[in-house]
């Protein structure tokens, strides 16, 4: 039998108006793996996961989710299917409460392991805080709702945009915790991230963009025995060495 990834997309090409955003994407992703979409401001990492949650629609190629074309479907019957998503800037509705906010993404749920009781087995402070209005929490308690919004929806593969984006350190580990554990449970992950230093911690595949293109590919090995293959394509600011703070 032939091997065939829970996601797999292939030559995808996006434009907006005159400019042609990507250029040939391909990438896939089997059970539990996690792999970090790596690249400079404005090389089409947002694009990339956005076309695979449904908009844009491409211009060019596939995108196979459990071996179904799924191009061209709207995000909400993508995300029907098993895709979750959790947007850059950890958006939540601020005005709603916490309970709320949790109530409103498990509408039309798929069925599945994860519901409010077990979010808030893994995230205590969510039930002690069910009344708090999202806006009133910390970014990274916003983070780890937006996490658990799309948790709820009980998804085979979590798209997260740059979720170490604008917190502690700490509160990064713990996101680092919250992706390995989905992980261990067979949910995969796909995260684009600009911290490298935390994406070489917990990612376990790796894709650098550049200008609408794939440019490198390697696993954690590969990538912390030569980062001199990748390094011009990402910022200068956010090459530390794993291990070091970001
Ligand atoms: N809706 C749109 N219409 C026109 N151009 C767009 C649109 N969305 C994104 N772009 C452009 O596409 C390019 C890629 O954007 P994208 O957001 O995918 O980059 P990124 O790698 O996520 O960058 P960042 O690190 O800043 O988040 C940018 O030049 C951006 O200006
Ligand atoms: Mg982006």
């Not at 089997?30 to 990339?48: F, P």
């Not at 970014?139 to 799309?150: D, F, I, K």
């Not at 919250?178 to 994406?199: D, H």
Request: glycine content about 10%.
């Amino acid at each position: 039998m032939s091997h065939r990834p829970l996601l797999e997309v292939e030559h995808l090409h996006v434009r907006f108006g005159a400019s042609h955003i990507l250029q040939g994407v391909s990438l896939s992703l089997d059970e539990g793996d996690i792999t970090v979409l790596l690249g400079r401001n404005g090389v089409g990492k947002t694009t990339t996961l956005q076309t695979i949650l449904g908009m844009p629609v491409p211009s060019g190629g596939t995108i196979h989710f459990r071996g179904e074309p799924i191009a061209g479907l709207a995000t909400h019957a993508i995300v029907r299917r098993g895709i979750g998503w959790v947007p850059q800037g950890h958006r939540i509705f601020p005005t709603l409460t916490v309970a709320e906010n949790l109530a409103l993404a498990s509408r039309k749920a798929r069925p599945g392991q994860w519901d409010i009781d077990r979010i808030f087995e893994i995230f205590p402070w969510m039930a002690e805080r069910r009344r708090a209005s999202g806006g009133y929490l910390s970014g990274g308690e916003q983070q780890m709702l937006a996490v658990a919004r799309a948790l709820i929806q009980n998804p085979d593969l979590i798209c997260m945009d740059e979720p170490s984006e604008g917190l502690s350190p700490k509160i990064v580990e713990e996101v680092g915790r919250v992706v390995e554990l989905l992980s261990a449970q067979g949910c995969s992950v796909l995260m684009v991230e600009q911290n490298l230093g935390f994406a070489l911690r917990v990612g376990r595949n790796f894709l650098v963009m550049n200008k609408g293109r794939i440019v490198h590919r390697g696993d954690r090995a590969q990538m912390l025995a030569d980062p001199q293959a990748y390094r011009q394509h990402l910022s200068v600011t956010n090459v530390s060495k794993p291990g070091e703070p970001a």
